[in-house]
């Protein structure tokens, strides 16, 4: 007979290394968000000009989150919402090898997202997923003032954005609903530690 009490068949025997990789796998979200994290100090680090780091470069990260977040939101399938970062990661790197500014592109695409949701059903549906639409206008809109005020000032907004969105991941992590879990976590772990990390850029 087996003790209620004992461990799963198989882990009894794991080695501490082993739980701990096996419990790393688990939160690869959190990993793959820290690494994204890691890829855009590194970026402002190599750009850190006479006057600091410019986290003003980083207010495409939240403006892309909050779109990505209203499209998955419109079409009521969370785990759409990996499909449309990847092909989000894709086209803003496309214009950047081909030396495009990807701020009109995503900006007309914001416009039409917020138009198509407003007549659609969405307004109407739960509040969470009606949220989308007022948290586009907002941190959009932060996105783009950051983009004309000066360097410290526009870094701070950006900053101040990513950790207000980070909240947002959080509430749809915990609810469930929206975007698929995995990726509330990754942007979570990603828009709160960027948006510290762009704070003490800005101020050191």
């Not at 007979?1 to 198989?10: E, H, K, L, V, Y």
């Not at 989150?65 to 419109?74: E, F, N, P, S």
Request: charged residues 10%.
């Amino acid at each position: 007979m087996t003790n209620a009490s004992s461990p799963p068949a198989g882990t009894a025997h794991r080695s501490p290394a082993a739980r701990v990789l096996s419990s790393l796998a688990h939160r690869w979200p959190t990993a793959l968000g820290l690494l994204a994290m890691v890829l855009s100090a590194m970026d402002m680090t190599m750009d850190r000009g006479t006057n600091g780091a410019d986290g003003r470069d980083q207010a495409l990260v939240v403006f892309l989150a909050a779109l990505i977040y209203l499209a998955t939101a419109m079409t009521g399938r969370p785990g759409v919402v990996w499909i449309l970062f990847g092909l989000s990661v894709v086209a803003v790197t496309v214009l950047r090898v081909f030396d495009q500014d990807p701020w009109p592109a995503m900006v007309a695409g914001a416009v039409t997202t917020l138009a198509i949701g407003l007549v659609s059903d969405l307004p109407r549906r739960p509040r969470l997923d009606a949220l989308q639409i007022p948290a586009m206008v907002v941190f959009g809109a932060a996105a783009l003032v950051a983009l004309s005020l000066s360097p410290l000032l526009g870094s701070l907004l950006v900053a101040a954005a990513l950790i207000g969105h980070a909240t947002l991941d959080v509430i749809v992590w915990r609810a469930r609903k929206v975007v698929a879990r995995s990726l509330a976590e990754f942007c979570a772990v990603l828009d709160l530690t960027l948006g510290v990390a762009i704070v003490v850029f800005a101020l050191t």
